[in-house]
C-alpha cells in the first residue's frame, strides 16, 4: 500500500524523530468508515519502534465529534 510506504519512509527521518503522530479518521459519522483499529492495521503501525508515540482518533469533521480528543492526547504528549 503506498500510503503505508510512504508513512513509514516519513517517519524513518532523523529529523522527526521522537515527533508524535495523531492521525484523525475523519468521517466516523458514515457508515462503512474504517475504524481506528482498522485503519493502524492497514497502516501497519504496530511495527513502529516504541520511541514513536502515534494515535488514531476517530472524529467527524461534520459533527466536531473526537476533535478536541484528539488535539488533547497531542497537548498531552507533547507536553509529557
Known amino acids: 500500500m503506498t500510503c503505508r510506504y510512504e508513512l513509514h519512509n516519513l517517519l524513518k527521518e532523523e529529523r522527526l524523530s ?3 503522530l495523531l492521525t484523525f479518521a475523519n468521517k466516523q459519522d458514515i457508515q462503512g468508515a474504517l475504524s481506528p483499529d ?3 492495521k492497514v497502516l501497519n503501525l504496530e511495527a513502529m519502534d516504541n520511541s514513536r508515540h502515534w494515535r488514531i482518533v476517530g ?3 461534520y459533527t466536531g ?3 478536541l480528543e484528539g ?3 497531542l497537548v498531552q504528549d507533547v507536553a509529557s
Open 18 to 20: 521522537g515527533a508524535s
Open 38 to 40: 482498522e485503519i493502524a
Open 59 to 61: 472524529c467527524s469533521a
Open 65 to 67: 465529534d473526537g476533535l
Open 71 to 73: 488535539f488533547d492526547w
